[in-house]
């Protein structure tokens, strides 16, 4: 997941102690709160996913923001959560967010006054990626059948492994249903956001990895 956070408009939590159950190499907690829309904060692991922030005293909050995030494409549920203690035994839920898939997201709520607020996106252990590899024999029932079964079910991503032509088409979930994002091939690389150290080239994937017949 990526996210930028914004507490309130003047963005209370910037230049605040901030941290996160993990970090991708490179896009650190703290660039979620730096007001520069260029860095982000990436996850490196999968499963629930904490931003916390230590506002040094109680502070009155009424909104939060979320810039260049991608969180709606996760399986999961987010929550503004706030505490009094460090989550230690206070731990109250502010807010369930609901952003689109991704861009920018500003939820409003009444006011309240807490030291430490945290951003949750809690793992639902729903499938979000599903690769495929197309079969030879009867590439409809993957190509056609089995995509409009991942559609029915909302996976988020869909990777379409074809040992015929040795490439991979990824598609991304929309209110629409699947889109095609794009037919990666040669030494195009396949990665995948969600999955920050992951990528593959793509010639080397189908090297002595998958049949031909």
Do not use: C
């Not at 690389?189 to 049949?211: H, K, N, R, S």
């Amino acid at each position: 997941m990526a996210k930028k956070v914004r507490f309130v408009y003047d963005d209370k939590a910037e230049s605040r102690t901030i941290t996160a159950t993990s970090e991708a190499s490179g896009f650190p907690a703290t660039a979620a709160v730096d007001l520069d829309r260029s860095t982000i904060w990436k996850a490196n692991a999968a499963g629930t996913q904490n931003l916390t922030v230590d506002l040094g005293s109680a502070q009155t909050i009424s909104g939060l923001g979320i810039a260049n995030h991608n969180v709606g494409a996760l399986t999961g549920t987010q929550q503004l959560r706030a505490s009094t203690d460090n989550f230690a035994a206070s731990n109250d839920l502010i807010k369930t967010l609901v952003p689109g898939a991704s861009g920018d997201y500003y939820a409003n709520f009444t006011g309240v006054s807490y030291r430490y607020w945290r951003l949750v996106t809690a793992a639902t252990g729903k499938l979000w990626l599903a690769v495929e590899i197309v079969s030879s024999d009867d590439h409809r029932m993957d190509t056609v059948v089995k995509k409009q079964i991942y559609e029915a079910i909302k996976v988020p991503r869909l990777w379409m492994m074809d040992p015929r032509y040795d490439n991979a088409e990824v598609y991304h979930s929309t209110e629409y249903g699947l889109m095609l994002k794009g037919i990666l091939a040669g030494r195009e690389v396949l990665a995948e956001p969600l999955i920050p150290e992951f990528q593959m080239v793509i010639t080397e994937l189908f090297v002595g990895v998958f049949p031909t017949s």
